[in-house]
């Protein structure tokens, strides 16, 4: 089993958090959280999250709002401004490192290696040490700025993975659409989980009733 760093910034996109987290520790993975003040208000506007910003007394209310309470041995969560915590140090090694959601404004610190809390230093430790780094933005439309910084970080090692869930599936529920964001996220980090559904091609029945439709 691996260890993985979560961050969560300040943009639209709790329910992908929950997701990935929830799936990470299912999955027998230690996970070390991070959440910004910005993380903390939008869990509160989208999933009625309160946290104190008291690592401590925050972690049972995130492991069960992830559906994770029984893998509390595998959770730890560190405050955002804890630079001196372990995953702060290239000499700490992680598998991989996601920051689900990831405001722009955080993509713009880490792609011009600003650090001014510990989800942009560990970021910048994954990148210099050659480890997995998923950025989820989900800022619509993209300014220029944006668009730089994510070729910026790009080019340095990390995969931009825009919060920006297919249809081709036939999703039924807003549950579907998480799902598939959420697994494109783990699936990059290299992690295996049941809510990565792969591409198989159009079932027969749908083939042949388009085809019909032509004629």
Not at 63 to 88: C, G, R, T
Request: aromatic residues 6%.
């Amino acid at each position: 089993m691996g260890i993985y760093i979560l961050g969560i910034a300040g943009a639209s996109g709790a329910p992908y958090a929950r997701r990935v987290l929830e799936q990470m520790l299912l999955a027998g993975h230690e996970v070390k959280a991070v959440i910004t003040d910005a993380g903390r208000k939008v869990l509160e506007v989208e999933e009625d999250l309160v946290l104190t910003g008291n690592t401590e007394a925050d972690t049972p209310g995130v492991l069960e709002w992830a559906q994770a309470s029984s893998f509390a041995s595998n959770f730890e969560m560190y405050h955002h401004k804890d630079v001196a915590s372990p995953i702060a140090s290239g000499s700490f090694a992680v598998d991989g490192m996601a920051v689900v959601p990831c405001s722009g404004g955080t993509i713009g610190r880490i792609s011009h290696g600003i650090s001014n809390g510990l989800l942009e230093r560990a970021a910048d430790v994954c990148m210099k040490e050659r480890r997995k780094l998923v950025l989820v933005p989900r800022e619509m439309p993209l300014s220029l700025i944006h668009l730089r910084n994510m070729t910026a970080v790009t080019e340095a090692g990390a995969i931009v993975l825009p919060a920006s869930p297919g249809f081709y599936h036939k999703p039924t529920s807003i549950s579907d659409l998480i799902d598939m964001v959420a697994g494109r996220i783990l699936a990059s980090l290299g992690i295996e989980s049941s809510v990565m559904k792969p591409w198989l091609g159009p079932e027969a029945s749908s083939y042949s009733d388009s085809e019909q439709g032509k004629s």
